[in-house]
């Protein structure tokens, strides 16, 4: 007897400016909407789907085969958090520390972090001697919706020639709303809810935590420093260390007024200050400059970056939406680096005080660890 397979279920991809996508569902059957991104990488869909700066995005990915080398297992890796007691955050109320008391091994977060994955081709089969489950379990497992089978590089063209945009992925007679997550306070999504410390250096960092990634985290731990991990909107002024570090995170950082105020502060009392990503855009509001929003924003593993003073290029890995405006820069501060593609900001310091930061991730994860000097550099700029 001849046994047909069931029909596969079909979705549509609708972008706020009318035009339509139409594809096939893996992953959940869930419509959701959000802002629509497109990244270039060609491997590391397991780290970039839970980098916590796509909170809010719908994630196109142009490499037109993903899914194929599967996903590894939600393993936890060597302990590293020594604090075990409960700390009481913001409501006044004990909150718990996570109990297995680790951090994951092959992902950025604990979770898939995206609205949505818009692919050409979701591989069906996948081989790779660390994977346990596919693209599509994966998925099904955190209620993310998937849509493959779609014209991703006609997608991409439109998001470059227009910028990007809202839209909504919509399965069967499910309806949903255009959601722009710009508006919204995404960093308390992301953000840790409890402090947690981790290492025994003698050197003391805090991290700020606006949606951290674990390698930033596993960068610090590696070159034996003790790092304070607190939430974003945490008193800088309750805790003794000898430098900041303010985290990657999603959305507008022109909203975050209490923590451009926190690190006012850490200026003021010139404490050793670097910034990355979001807590690049962060730190440069809090001396004076401003920032705008990039037509398409920059998410890939391969941007070259040249330092300002130098003919040194790197290659470097990125994702935001967000960049500083060097015209706005205050007295003494100066651009560090800058995009050769579009000549954007890629990251200042200041001339005479220890303060620094990168756009790009100098950790990485996916992508080339050209950049991971930066982690050095700053650590050297500690009492």
């Known amino acids: 007897m001849n046994m047909k397979s069931a029909p596969k279920q079909t979705a549509k991809l609708t972008l706020k400016d009318g035009n339509?996508?139409?594809?096939?569902?893996?992953?959940?059957?869930?419509?959701?909407?959000?802002?629509?991104?497109?990244?270039?990488?060609?491997?590391?869909?397991?780290?970039?789907?839970?980098?916590?700066?796509?909170r809010g995005q719908i994630l196109v990915m142009t490499y037109p085969l993903i899914g194929?080398?599967?996903?590894?297992?939600?393993?936890?890796?060597?302990?590293?958090?020594?604090?075990?007691?409960?700390?009481?955050?913001?409501?006044?109320?004990?909150?718990?520390?996570?109990?297995?008391?680790?951090?994951?091994?092959?992902?950025?977060?604990?979770?898939?972090?995206?609205?949505?994955?818009?692919?050409?081709?979701?591989?069906e089969s996948f081989s790779h001697w660390n994977s346990i489950e596919s693209l599509d379990f994966w998925l099904k497992r955190f209620a993310i919706p998937g849509i493959s089978g779609i014209d991703t590089r006609r997608l991409t063209k439109v998001l470059r020639e227009h910028g990007t945009m809202l839209g909504k992925i919509e399965i069967g007679k499910d309806v949903v709303q255009y959601y722009n997550p710009d508006i919204e306070d995404l960093i308390s999504k992301v953000t840790i809810p409890n402090v947690q410390r981790y290492g025994t250096g003698k050197k003391r960092i805090l991290l700020i935590d606006c949606g951290c990634k674990k390698s930033i985290l596993q960068n610090l731990i590696d070159r034996k420093v003790s790092v304070l991990r607190v939430p974003y909107d945490y008193d800088v002024e309750k805790e003794n260390y000898d430098g900041v570090l303010i985290s990657n995170g999603p959305g507008n950082p022109v909203i975050y007024k209490q923590l451009v105020a926190s690190a006012k502060k850490l200026i003021q009392k010139q404490v050793p200050t670097l910034g990355i990503c979001m807590g690049h855009q962060i730190l440069s509001l809090a001396a004076g400059a401003k920032t705008y929003k990039l037509k398409y924003g920059h998410r890939s593993q391969n941007q070259p970056v040249k330092q300002v003073d130098s003919n040194k290029c790197y290659v470097t890995s990125q994702n935001h939406s967000f960049a500083v405006d060097t015209k706005s820069l205050p007295r003494g501060w100066e651009p560090w680096f800058e995009n050769l593609n579009d000549y954007s900001n890629e990251g200042v310091r200041h001339e005479k005080l220890p303060f620094r930061s990168v756009q790009f991730h100098p950790e990485a994860m996916p992508g080339p660890v050209d950049s991971g000097f930066i982690f050095d550099e700053f650590l050297r700029d500690l009492k």
């Open 20 to 54: 339509v996508f139409e594809g096939i569902v893996f992953g959940s059957s869930r419509s959701v909407s959000g802002e629509v991104v497109f990244n270039t990488g060609m491997v590391g869909y397991p780290e970039t789907l839970t980098d916590p700066s796509y």
């Open 68 to 123: 194929n080398y599967g996903v590894p297992p939600t393993s936890f890796g060597d302990k590293l958090l020594v604090s075990k007691k409960s700390s009481v955050h913001k409501t006044g109320t004990e909150i718990n520390e996570r109990h297995d008391n680790t951090l994951p091994n092959y992902f950025e977060s604990d979770r898939i972090q995206i609205q949505g994955l818009i692919v050409s081709e979701a591989s």
